[in-house]
């Protein structure tokens, strides 16, 4: 007796009847990924599942593949039936989220059907769906491979495409909204310098984090080797974008913030950039290396600063966001000729 399994954007299940499979398509494409919301970092959920009237599809999913970053291909994945579980469940009527979140069950509905995956390969998709004056938003795309689901005798049906389970989204707080603002960046001390100067007379460094990153378009005369005193710090008005924090919806590289040319139009941006406050620079002369070279570290601190997240000059405004009073952002090291 031959068995086909068709999943696509539908999920297909079985039940004989009379010596036939009988198979019954069931639509959950256009039904949304919910959870119960029930615990304070929603990066931890494990339990989702998609309600349609009767039906249920449940997803239990390994701890750890949800991330407040965006991943490389391949890199978020998990099995079925272990560590995660995939399970159809027919209810005797309408069932509803409570059904699920409740402390306390409820006895009805009842199940009437239940078909559970025995194989299958998920992979995790994030990337940055959005981001905001306070907040990034990810989205935590579900998709699943070679599909096999199990009926109540036994007989298991397996589809080799690519199932998409759904979209599951979290926030977080973006850098400038950190308790201590842009302290994500304190493992990386020393900046790195772009091949390309954004302007004549000055230089751009940078730091990269995953899907963002920062950068300082400063003057380099404002980089003398030499050093400043202790009340005599250097200083950059920083209204004109001298200072930048971008993130993207994909994993950013170093040209990305290098560049003085507009992006593929594929590569969704958010452009926070300076509008007030200074870039205090201090310089310390180093001791001499083992061959003798002296250097100078650049010590950068931004104060009184104001991030405007740019809009679209169209349908949506500059936002400005409120003011950081100070922040270390790391140094950068000159040698002289």
């Known amino acids: 007796m031959k068995k086909?399994?068709?999943l696509g954007f539908l999920i297909v299940l079985f039940a004989c009847d009379d010596g036939d499979i009988q198979i019954d398509r069931l639509d959950f494409e256009s039904v949304k990924v919910v959870s119960c919301g029930n615990l304070d970092e929603p990066i931890e959920t494990t339990f989702f599942f998609k309600i349609d009237q009767d039906e249920a599809l449940l997803l239990d999913l390994a701890s750890g593949l949800l991330k407040y970053e965006?991943?490389?291909?391949?890199?978020l994945t998990s099995t079925i039936?272990?560590?995660s579980n995939l399970i159809y469940r027919l209810f005797s009527e309408n069932v509803s989220q409570?059904?699920?979140?409740?402390?306390?069950p409820s006895l009805e509905p009842t199940v009437t059907k239940e078909n559970t995956a025995s194989a299958g390969d998920i992979a995790i998709d994030t990337k940055v769906s959005s981001a905001s004056k306070d907040n990034k938003t990810y989205s935590h795309t579900i998709s699943i491979t070679g599909l096999s689901l199990t009926n109540e005798i036994g007989e298991s049906l397996t589809d080799s495409s690519t199932f998409l389970y759904g979209d599951f989204t979290t926030s977080t707080a973006n850098s400038a909204k950190l308790a201590m603002p842009f302290s994500n960046y304190d493992a990386i001390t020393a900046f790195s310098e772009c091949d390309i100067a954004p302007s004549e007379g000055s230089i751009r460094l940078y730091k990269l984090i995953n899907d963002e990153f920062i950068s300082l378009d400063v003057p380099i005369d404002s980089l003398l080797n030499a050093p400043t005193a202790e009340t005599a710090a250097r200083k950059i008005n920083l209204e004109n974008g001298i200072f930048k924090y971008i993130v993207r919806d994909t994993l950013a590289a170093?040209?990305?913030a290098c560049t003085i040319s507009p992006l593929?139009?594929?590569i969704e941006s958010w452009n926070y950039v300076s509008t007030s406050g200074d870039l205090s620079i201090d310089t310390v002369e180093?001791?001499?290396?083992?061959?003798?070279k002296i250097s100078f570290t650049h010590s950068f601190t931004l104060e009184k600063l104001i991030l405007t997240l740019q809009g679209d000059d169209i349908d949506v405004n500059d936002v400005p966001l409120e003011e950081i009073e100070t922040v270390n952002m790391g140094s950068y090291t000159t040698f002289p000729d």
């Open 70 to 75: 965006t991943s490389s291909p391949g890199a």
């Open 254 to 256: 170093p040209e990305m």
């Open 4 to 6: 086909t399994l068709f």
């Open 98 to 104: 409570s059904y699920f979140c409740d402390a306390i």
């Open 81 to 83: 039936p272990s560590p």
């Open 286 to 292: 180093n001791e001499p290396d083992s061959e003798g």
């Open 264 to 266: 593929s139009e594929e």
